[in-house]
């Protein structure tokens, strides 16, 4: 099927995903899914290809069966991001996903699905606390400065509960880990609305799991792992079909 998005019509064989949503099924991190990336054999189809779906990811599955998938922002390959992920995952119903920087481990558990990595495999970025839930909602933009920035304040520390957005701030590349989220355009790119990797890095550095509500209502699940993994984890759904 063709379905609209972004204003044009997305290519059969391109199904598009909501991932991280929130318990009502609403919001979570757009990504678009290439079920047989053979169709783009070369480096120059897939960005063209990622630039023309406009979504922060966009997976190419090179082999349904062994995991391995590879994942461009509109402009670059990344090695690693958490969202994709969890989306191809939860498409591939596989438990690994191979990836050039190691295996990723994937499994289901009941209305979320899971992903354990390694959490220097996540781009660097600043994690920045606030006092209060407010003074996070209360942002127009990011504050000045240079690199990925993801704000946070405890919702409630004893629980876990932590409320965050993500920001790509001035000398960041576009489109990475990046989605059309409610906030200031940088480069083109509004605010994060969903963003696994930077969880990852938030539960490690903690020490210990959360439950992340991030951008206008997504949610995102942390844990410890063995080994100084983290898992990451949350809801998936369908938005359009190939």
């Known amino acids: 099927m063709n379905a609209c998005v972004n ?7 391109i199904d598009v995903l909501r991932v991280f949503c929130g318990p009502d099924g609403r919001h979570g991190n757009p990504l678009g899914v290439v079920r047989d990336g053979r169709g783009y054999p070369d480096d120059d189809s897939r ?24 994942i461009r922002t509109p ?17 591939l119903d596989l438990e690994i996903l ?5 295996d990723v481990e994937a499994r289901q558990d009941g209305e979320f699905t899971w992903i354990t990595a390694r959490p220097e495999w996540a781009p660097p970025r600043t994690l920045e606390r606030y006092a209060s839930v407010a003074e996070v909602e ?14 946070w304040a405890w919702e409630d520390e004893a629980a876990g509960r932590v409320r965050a957005r993500g920001f790509p701030r001035r000398g ?3 489109g990475d880990s990046r989605s059309g989220g ?4 940088v480069g083109g790119i509004d605010e994060d609305e969903a963003t696994g990797a930077a969880a990852m890095l938030l539960s490690a550095q903690l020490g210990r799991a959360l439950n992340i509500t991030q951008g206008r209502g997504s949610q995102i699940l942390t844990a410890p ?8 984890g949350g809801r998936v759904l369908l938005a359009v079909a190939s």
């Open 7 to 13: 204003d044009f019509d997305v290519p059969d064989g």
């Open 225 to 232: 792992a063995p080994d100084g993994m983290v898992e990451v």
């Open 98 to 102: 191979e990836l050039p920087v190691g």
């Open 47 to 70: 960005q063209a290809l990622a630039r023309k779906l406009g979504f922060s990811e966009t997976v190419f599955v090179d082999d349904p069966e062994r995991g391995d998938v590879d």
């Open 75 to 91: 402009d670059l390959r990344l090695p690693f991001a958490g969202h994709p992920l969890v989306g191809a995952a939860w498409l």
């Open 138 to 151: 209360a942002l127009t933009g990011p504050p000045p400065g240079e690199g990925r920035l993801y704000v």
């Open 182 to 185: 409610a906030g200031a355009r």
């Open 172 to 174: 960041d590349e576009r």
